[in-house]
């Protein structure tokens, strides 16, 4: 079994590998994955050493939360860390059920109600222990809070802070895809962790201006999810994907600039993407999502490259070292 380093999160006593699997793809975003697949994705990524978690209840109407809890049940619990999230309940609806609209190949049988009250914080994490199988979680994110922020901040903050107090969670903080409303909760709170999605790639820097400076300063842990930016800066191809939308012409040119300079240097650009987050101080563990074994594996192998500092230069990513 091999073994990855290991760094604690912020101020708390959580540990997460430098890379954690991120649980979207197992809950069947963007296409079916089979439940042999998704079994396959999480035992790889476990004997390649990853001992990080991350799932959420919005990830295909909670499959990714019971996928993951599945695959994890027979492994010791003291030896990883799960993060889930709180802001979306799940609600049933009556049939006939159509299918989901947010991006997941799944039956909709539940609604999600954005919820950043108290009550919904511990509701959404009673049903997500009930999905996962587990008695805990080592980590809370309130999800994307961009349009209630006053709410997560005045309510649902509170109630993490209130069970983290408790001893029913370890770790709390924020997750989303900007970096601006990270950084008043990072600010404003005493967060563990802050997941950034998609704001501290090979492409987008913008997490760099305030966020990560402020986490190093509060003592903040950062995880960066959407290291690829949804699929660009893993095959720069015409048709690829940029933060969920269709890639313009402007950005898959420079994504190819970005390919030509790791080919100097025999390196894929989706390797410099997934390790570029971790040459700043601020940043704990990468996000890396796989719908199968192979893709988990194909992550680990790049993990291991070693990315020599010509490349940052040559990118203009070297102050980043």
């Not at 006593?13 to 296409?31: D, I, Q, R």
């Not at 609600?91 to 954005?114: C, I, L, M, S």
């Not at 760099?208 to 300063?217: D, F, G, I, K, T």
């Amino acid at each position: 079994m091999a073994e990855m380093r290991r760094r604690r999160l912020g101020r708390s006593p959580v540990e997460v590998t430098e890379l954690s699997l991120g649980g979207a793809p197992l809950g069947n975003l963007f296409g079916e994955v089979s439940e042999e697949a998704a079994r396959s994705a999480v035992d790889a990524a476990w004997d390649g050493g990853i001992r990080a978690f991350d799932t959420a209840p919005h990830y295909g109407l909670g499959l990714s939360e019971r996928r993951l809890g599945a695959a994890l049940r027979d492994r010791p619990r003291a030896q990883y860390a799960v993060s889930t999230k709180v802001g979306r309940v799940l609600e049933p609806v009556a049939p006939p059920y159509g299918t989901d609209t947010a991006g997941f190949a799944v039956r909709a049988d539940h609604r999600r109600v954005f919820d950043f009250t108290a009550d919904g914080v511990n509701r959404s994490l009673s049903d997500s222990l009930t999905r996962l199988g587990l008695d805990y979680v080592d980590i809370v994110l309130i999800h994307d809070p961009d349009s209630h922020g006053e709410q997560a901040l005045r309510e649902a903050y509170p109630a993490l802070e209130k069970l983290r107090a408790e001893g029913c969670v370890r770790a709390i903080g924020v997750g989303m895809n900007q970096a601006a409303m990270l950084s008043q909760f990072v600010r404003a709170t005493d967060i563990d962790v802050v997941l950034v999605a998609g704001r501290f790639t090979l492409l987008d820097q913008s997490a760099a201006v305030e966020l990560l400076p402020a986490a190093l300063e509060r003592g903040v842990a950062v995880l960066a999810g959407g290291v690829f930016n949804s699929g660009l800066l893993a095959a720069p191809v015409v048709g690829a994907s940029y933060d969920y939308a269709a890639a313009s012409a402007e950005l898959i040119g420079r994504a190819r600039e970005l390919e030509s300079i790791c080919a100097r240097y025999g390196i894929p650009l989706r390797a410099a993407a997934a390790r570029f987050p971790l040459c700043h101080r601020a940043v704990t563990s990468v996000l890396i999502g796989a719908r199968s074994a192979a893709e988990i594996n194909d992550a680990l192998k790049l993990a291991d490259m070693q990315i020599p500092a010509q490349v940052w230069d040559a990118m203009g990513l070297g102050d980043f070292q």
